[in-house]
């Protein structure tokens, strides 16, 4: 090993970046999960208005989760390897 016993301290930083980026990973694909189980409980209900309101009370939610972490995702990720263009940069172009 290069860094031997002092590891722990040497990485500390970029174990906390790896940690932080798992987290938000897991807790989009979680949400999005969780949001297409959501969607098809409303896709098969018979009544378009009970299907609108599934989709307003039970699928619509899920958005706000997903894009929190998504937001966070972009802040901790670099411009040079995120491959999408980030929610600020869009706010921003002509």
Same mark, same amino acid.
């Given at each position: 090993?290069?860094?031997? %016993? /002092?590891?722990?301290? #040497?990485? *500390?930083?970029?174990?906390?970046? !790896?940690?932080?980026?798992? /987290? ?7 949400? !999005? ?5 959501? *969607?098809?409980?409303? %896709? %098969? ?9 599934? +989709?307003?009370? #039970? ?7 997903? *894009? +929190? ?15 999408? #263009? ?9």
């Amino acid at each position: 090993e290069i860094y031997g %016993n /002092a590891f722990e301290k #040497t990485a *500390r930083e970029q174990m906390k970046l !790896i940690e932080a980026i798992s /987290a938000h990973i897991e807790a989009i694909n979680t949400g !999005i999960t969780d949001m297409i189980e959501a *969607r098809k409980k409303a %896709n %098969n209900l018979a009544d378009s208005e009970a299907c609108a309101a599934a +989709y307003c009370d #039970t699928v619509k939610p899920y958005f706000d989760t997903i *894009r +929190y972490h998504c937001d966070k995702l972009e802040l901790l990720v670099d411009d040079e390897l995120w491959p999408l #263009t980030k929610y600020r940069e869009l706010l921003f172009t002509r």
